[in-house]
């Protein structure tokens, strides 16, 4: 039975195909959920009522005097709840456990079932049950209540330790393995650090370390986010940094301007609106817009806008010059450097 957010069933497999897709985000935040709990609690999640059952003194057929354990009578617990995104706002998630009721508008409801009855505890498989296990771990809240608990004594721990190992690979990334400046500088401005260009190293490491630390802590409401574990993945400058790094560079520029009606422009031209659940995140949501497949034309016309000879006689990497000649679908195979080069340069009507 599915999920549904705001009355639309959120079909996982079919939204996650497509970046533009309205329900893209929710099956994202659920996926990175799912393998989320897995790692941290395996295939059986098992969810208790803290305080129960609870013992009471009394006496046995002896007549001498033993605990006694009291019945303990069932809770219900709803399986529907406006759920507060720090981002998004308020959501109605539902965890339909029967069929949903398509409605006249089109949207659907939640079933017959509206309540999971619980006495002591609940055992969920999270293969068997994904949509359960995902409604009682993230949206449901029945921890802070005091309502329900997640019965794993060892779970505490892997995930202390698993904060440390973070730490410590984000630090060793960050300070030991990010040597080259050039590199560095690209990696912190495709994260949002201002000013890459032209600051201190140092003063980039800290910055740096200080936004994949924040982003790590609000990654599980927003997956969009890039933390630690992408940010490793990333550290060879692929194309996708290098897109991040060029938005980022326009930015400190003053090139690339944000205004206060939710647009980006350069000069008086607009070029893009991000959606209002997105402004908090706007540079994450710019440099997915650009890098998407369906807007390479888009990505071509604002470097036609904003790609000057200054730019181009900064460039250090050979590198960065292929990406540039693929943006602008110049032919890059069996190209020598200084052809490729000198081509880039011609694309956007520069002497080199």
Same mark, same amino acid.
Not at 179 to 197: I, N, T
Not at 236 to 252: C, S, T, Y
Not at 305 to 332: N, P
């Given at each position: 039975? =599915? ?12 939204? &996650? ?19 989320? &709990? ?13 305080? %129960? ?23 219900? %617990? ?5 759920? $507060? ?20 508008? +089109? ?26 296990? %995902? ?9 802070? +209540? ?24 984000? *630090? ?6 990010? *040597? ?13 650090? $201002? ?6 190293? !140092?003063?980039?490491?800290?910055? &740096? ?11 599980? %409401?927003?997956? &969009? ?19 991040? $790094? ?28 991000? =959606?209002? =659940? ?19 034309? *888009? ?18 990497? !050979? ?21 490729? *080069? ?11």
């Amino acid at each position: 039975m =599915p999920i549904l957010v705001n009355g639309i069933k959120l079909d996982v497999g079919i939204a &996650l195909r497509d970046e533009k897709h309205p329900m893209y985000a929710y099956a994202l935040q659920y996926t990175q959920g799912i393998a989320e &709990l897995k790692e941290k609690h395996g295939k059986t999640i098992r969810f208790v009522r803290p305080g %129960f059952p609870k013992m009471n003194l009394g006496s046995d057929s002896k007549g001498n005097e033993t605990s006694i354990v009291e019945p303990t009578p069932p809770a219900m %617990f709803p399986l529907e709840k406006v759920y $507060a995104h720090p981002t998004r706002g308020e959501e109605i998630w539902s965890c339909c456990l029967t069929m949903p009721k398509l409605l006249p508008n +089109g949207l659907w409801s939640i079933g017959n079932k509206k309540g999971l009855k619980i006495t002591d505890a609940i055992s969920v498989d999270i293969d068997k049950q994904p949509d359960l296990a %995902f409604y009682l771990y993230y949206i449901s809240n029945f921890d802070k +209540g005091g309502r329900l608990k997640i019965d794993d004594p060892q779970a505490e721990v892997r995930a202390k330790a698993a904060k440390e190992r973070e730490t410590l690979e984000r *630090k060793s990334a960050i300070w030991q393995m990010l *040597k080259d400046e050039d590199q560095l500088r690209k990696m912190a401005a495709a994260y949002g650090v $201002a000013l890459s260009a032209t600051r201190d190293p !140092d003063s980039l490491r800290f910055d &740096l370390e200080a936004v994949l630390e924040k982003n790590d802590k609000n990654k599980r %409401f927003d997956p &969009l986010l890039k933390g630690t574990k992408e940010f490793l993945e990333e550290m060879k400058v692929g194309d996708n940094v290098r897109l991040r $790094a060029f938005i980022k560079q326009l930015e400190d520029d003053r090139k690339l301007v944000y205004k206060p009606d939710g647009r980006y422009r350069i000069g008086e031209k607009l070029l893009v609106q991000v =959606p209002q =659940p997105e402004i908090q995140n706007r540079f994450e949501w710019l440099c997915s817009y650009y890098n998407m497949p369906n807007n390479s034309d *888009k990505l071509q016309e604002l470097m036609r806008d904003a790609v000057d000879k200054e730019y181009l006689d900064k460039i250090k990497d !050979d590198k960065d010059f292929t990406w540039l000649a693929k943006v602008m679908e110049l032919k890059t195979a069996f190209q020598k450097k200084e052809d490729l *080069k000198l081509k880039v340069y011609e694309a956007f009507n520069i002497a080199l």
